[in-house]
């Protein structure tokens, strides 16, 4: 089933949003028990050329040294922290700086080939944050409700066509643009349509799950200059099967919800704020909800400050 | 009129429905505080009481009842007064998707606009909405009616095989076996009925367009 949501604040200050998607998660919760997470736009406070890696690292004598090594090989580790989780690993966060953001990826794909490392998420605009369990243990486990932005995504798993684990928790991103960000609930049936030609331009795939493809998908439109809402126009004609998906960018947030309808959106806006969510019991977190539109099959919605 | 009032916003769906099934027997009017937009209230209730919102409810709002007159002070989700079999579910505000999905008799009435699918296998009752209605309204009819006060997306009464869809605003399109009819005399004077009953301002009935089955045996024949 899955649960997603979205909001934007319309004044681009700061606010607390870490708390604002937590809350509106825990409302999801009962449509995905299996994993959460978030992308939290606007408040890392980076430098132009720094980038924050969160690195997923087994429990093992020395793994995280050869983990560092790595890193350090290509780049200086500038600031580093450990983050305790759940199982038997833990997550690595580090910032690091790149002359390009182009060599951002083979640094990642570096440092996945080490055995039992996985890196999460590399980004500069933007927080990731996702994880298995339910949203209150998530939040309370990385402090995400002190975590302040502009504009944010979030998600609740349930998950059916792949595994329940970090890796495969929402939010997927890609490395072909910049920040670019992906929650989603429901189905891509003809994925390898849309992945072969993606694969075929050189986009790597990490993984067979569908929502990977469909911020694969978006980041490739954007790359060619489309605007944001010029590509959810054009993956509604492109995809088939059930969905509701919101993109996240450093610029804002959209939705695209399949020509059926078969997955739902709603949202409601006020002078201060635009949310979308899968359930209007998840807007009423951030939002007066005396007026709640119901996003039609096929149609697309931006929000971008 | 005895009244009872239940305050929702520490309870579960199945609490609040519990206490609404209990209070059904005793009290004239069940008013129900902070429903917070949950799913499956007030479901499956068959006494003849007046049940309140005050408040959003989520999936399912209403549904499989015979007998109460609910009104919903907010918006609804998906499917609401799904399978009624008879009473009245009113939704002040807007609804989701299949507003009265299957209904069997009974009315379902939302004031603004609905999403998608409304009325969706409807065997027979009165569906009334204020707004707009979306894609595929009137899917697989069974029975029964739908009026619609403003516009309604694609394919609307798609598959229809009885039933009658009234349309004031514009039709985006007619989905298979669907085709209009001119209104008779008879037909307004239900519209107008209906509507009045339910305080809809309508000045000109004749602005409302008729969609009906073009066959009742689409698929196999006459």
């Known amino acids: 089933m899955c649960g997603i949501a979205g909001i934007v604040y319309k004044d681009k200050e700061l606010h607390n949003i870490g708390n604002d998607m937590t809350n509106m998660l825990h409302q999801l919760q009962h449509r ?3 994993s959460a997470g978030y992308s939290i736009y606007g408040g890392t406070g980076l430098e132009e050329n720094e980038y924050i890696l969160k690195i997923q690292v087994k429990e093992s004598e020395k793994l995280l040294d050869k983990v560092k090594h790595a890193i350090n090989f290509i780049t200086p580790i500038k600031q580093d922290a450990i983050l305790p ?21 083979p640094l990642i794909t570096k440092v996945d080939t080490i055995d039992d490392v996985i890196v999460i998420n590399g980004s500069h605009d933007f927080e990731m944050i996702k994880d298995v369990g339910s949203v209150l243990d998530i939040a309370d486990r990385y402090d995400v409700r002190d975590v302040k932005g502009t504009h944010a995504i979030g998600h609740t798993r349930f998950s059916t066509e792949s595994g329940v684990d970090r890796y495969h928790a929402h939010p997927f991103q890609t490395y072909i643009v910049r920040d670019i960000s992906v929650v989603h609930n429901g189905q891509i049936t003809n994925y390898w349509k849309i992945r072969d030609p993606l694969e075929r331009k050189g986009h790597v795939f990490e993984t067979f799950n569908d929502t990977e493809c469909l911020v694969h998908y978006i980041a490739d439109k954007l790359a060619t200059g489309y605007s944001l809402e010029e590509a959810l126009e054009q993956s509604v004609e492109d995809m088939d099967g059930p969905f509701s998906y919101i993109i996240g960018t450093p610029q804002g947030i959209g939705i695209a919800k399949d020509k059926l309808g078969l997955r739902p959106g709603v949202m409601a806006e006020t002078d201060d704020v635009f949310a979308i969510a899968s359930e209007e019991v998840s807007l009423r977190e951030v939002v007066d909800t005396r007026h709640v539109e119901q996003i039609s099959p096929g149609e697309v919605m931006v929000y971008e400050i | 009129m005895e009244v009872f009032e239940i305050d929702a916003e520490k309870l579960t769906p199945r609490e609040v429905n519990s206490q609404i099934k209990s209070a059904a027997d005793e ?17 499956g209730v068959t006494e003849d009481v007046e049940i309140e919102f005050d408040g959003s409810v989520g999936y399912f709002g209403g549904c499989m009842c015979d007998g109460p007159k609910i009104t919903i002070n907010g918006n609804a989700g998906w499917f609401v007064g799904d399978n009624l079999t008879g009473g009245e579910v009113i939704v ?9 999905q299957g209904i069997y008799d009974g009315t379902v009435v939302v004031k603004e606009s609905v999403g998608s699918r409304t009325g969706e296998i409807m065997k027979n009752g009165t569906i009334i909405i204020g707004g707009n209605s979306g894609f595929m309204t009137g899917i697989f009819m069974m029975g029964g009616r739908i009026i619609i006060l403003g516009d309604v997306g694609d394919d609307v009464a798609e598959s229809i095989i009885r039933g009658v869809v009234y349309v004031r605003g514009k039709i985006k399109s007619l989905g298979n076996n ?7 005399f008879e037909d307004s004077l239900e519209v107008e009925e209906i509507l009045s009953k339910y305080e809809f301002e309508v000045d000109d009935i004749s602005q409302f367009k008729k969609i009906v089955p ?3 045996r689409p698929f196999y024949g006459h």
Do not use: W
């Not at chain 1, 690091?96 to 990826?105: A, P, R």
């Open chain 2, 92 to 100: 002040e505000g807007t609804a989701g998707d299949g507003a009265g």
């Open chain 1, 32 to 34: 995905g028990p299996d």
């Open chain 2, 214 to 216: 073009e066959s009742t």
């Open chain 1, 85 to 105: 989780s759940v199982g038997d690993s833990f997550i690595y966060k580090c910032k690091i700086s790149l002359d390009e953001f182009s060599q951002l990826k």
């Open chain 2, 178 to 184: 669907a085709k209009i009819e001119e209104m008779t």
């Open chain 2, 27 to 43: 009290y004239d009017k069940i008013i129900i505080r902070n429903p917070n937009a949950n799913h499956y209230l007030a479901a």
